[in-house]
T-cell receptor, first 117, second 113 residues
């Protein structure tokens, strides 16, 4: 399968600071990447869809000014959590969409565990 | 009602057992279907896509019933390494809002020796 990397794998930050998470597709180009958040014992929830060269599309209830997304190239998308608060502590996972013979498939990065103190 | 519903389990089975997971989805605009597995504190990994004709990959067999909006996964000859959470995932076409993967909460499988 395709490889997606994320950096950092975990981060601890103080309340009020900003954190940037990078997502890269290593062996394929991804015009579309997705950002998810997963709280303990819950499903992954889509936060936003990131399209290369255009603005991200945010899901209902996700603040676009708080979660800044930039998809600068076909292999890189970044998520910046601005002015992080303890309730933002979560497992953030990116995903990149690859085009296969029978349609699209999504591959996930290893996730970034964010803890805000 | 949740868009994708799964029995949370856990399913505790001995090695070598056959186990089946079920999943139902509510959105008739659902276009494609997948099973992912997620290990503890890790990212989901694609196990297999699910096609209308049913498909098999080694010990894993997936079935889709569009009329009943029902998806299943059968695991034969369970191994210890199969222990994980299995996520039923549905791709919904939202037209101008783009496709969206909707995840079930997962079914926990524990295979014991």
């Amino acid at each position: 399968g395709a490889v997606v990397s994320q950096h950092p794998s975990w981060v601890i930050c103080k309340s009020g600071t900003s954190v940037k998470i990078e997502c890269r597709s290593l062996d394929f180009q991804a015009t579309t990447m997705f950002w998810y958040r997963q709280f303990p014992k819950q499903s992954l929830m889509l936060m936003a869809t990131s399209n290369e060269g255009s603005k991200a599309t945010y899901e209902q209830g996700v603040e676009k000014d708080k979660f800044l997304i930039n998809h600068a190239s076909l292999t890189l998308s970044t998520l910046t959590v601005t002015s992080a608060h303890p309730e933002d502590s979560s497992f953030y996972i990116c995903s990149a969409r690859a085009i296969r013979d029978r349609g699209y498939e999504q591959y996930f990065g290893p996730g970034t565990r964010l803890t805000v103190t | 009602r949740k868009e994708v519903e799964q029995d949370p389990g856990p399913f505790n089975v001995p090695e070598g057992a056959t186990v089946a997971f079920n999943c139902t989805y509510s959105n008739s605009a659902s276009q494609s279907f997948f099973w992912y597995r997620q290990d503890c504190r890790k990212e989901p990994k694609l196990l297999m896509s699910v096609y209308s004709s049913g498909n098999e990959d080694g010990r894993f067999t997936a079935q889709l019933n569009r009329a009943s909006q029902y998806i299943s996964l059968l695991i034969r000859d369970s191994k210890l390494s199969d222990s994980a959470t299995y996520l039923c995932v549905v791709n919904i076409n939202r037209m101008e809002y783009g496709n969206k993967l909707v995840f079930g909460a997962g079914t926990i499988l524990r295979v014991k020796s």
